[in-house]
């Protein structure tokens, strides 16, 4: 199973899909969380150290995972439900990690890993934000950016069992049905 959560920044998304994973989690499954930030400055530790305060009492396993899913990707298997948080750092650290931006080689090959791991796992929940509502800029690095997470959008919305758009702090499910009283 694929849930994909998207919404913009502070709608709730990364909460709301802790809660979803320990809901689909039975006693016997292990909850797994890959975080994709980077540790780049203080403001950024801080954040972090946030996120791993509030799960630290729930029995996550954290994975810090910038880019190359597939390096973990053997550590998952049929009794794990796992939250990939953020899309959207992941894609920023993979496509601006070396001067090759071509969005058509790398958006593929980060779509597929998503899919194997969709397909490997009890449950895959992943996270990531929207920000289309005032068009794509035209400046290089910007437009690759946007149109590739759009793209990588595309694919895991088409592969999700179900897709929700966070707004206000509250699910909308645009594809599927969520069985925990979420529709």
Known sequence: MIVFISGGVRSGKSSFAERCAKMIAEPTDSLHYIATALRTDEEMEARIAHHQAQRKHDGWQTWEQPYDLDC???????????????????????????????????????????????????????????????????????????????????????????AILMKYGLPIVKKGRWPCGVE
């Open 72 to 162: 973990i990707m053997p550590m998952f298997g049929g009794c794990d439900v796992v939250l990939l948080d953020c899309l959207t750092n992941l894609w920023a650290n993979e496509l601006f990690r070396d001067d090759e931006w071509n969005v058509h080689v790398k958006v593929p090959r980060i779509a597929q890993q998503i899919k194997q791991l969709g397909e490997k796992v009890k449950a895959l929940i992943v996270v990531s934000n929207e920000l289309f509502c005032d068009g794509v800029p035209h400046e290089r690095g910007t437009y690759a950016y946007m149109h590739g997470l759009g793209l990588l959008h595309q694919h895991i919305a088409a592969w999700s069992d179900v």
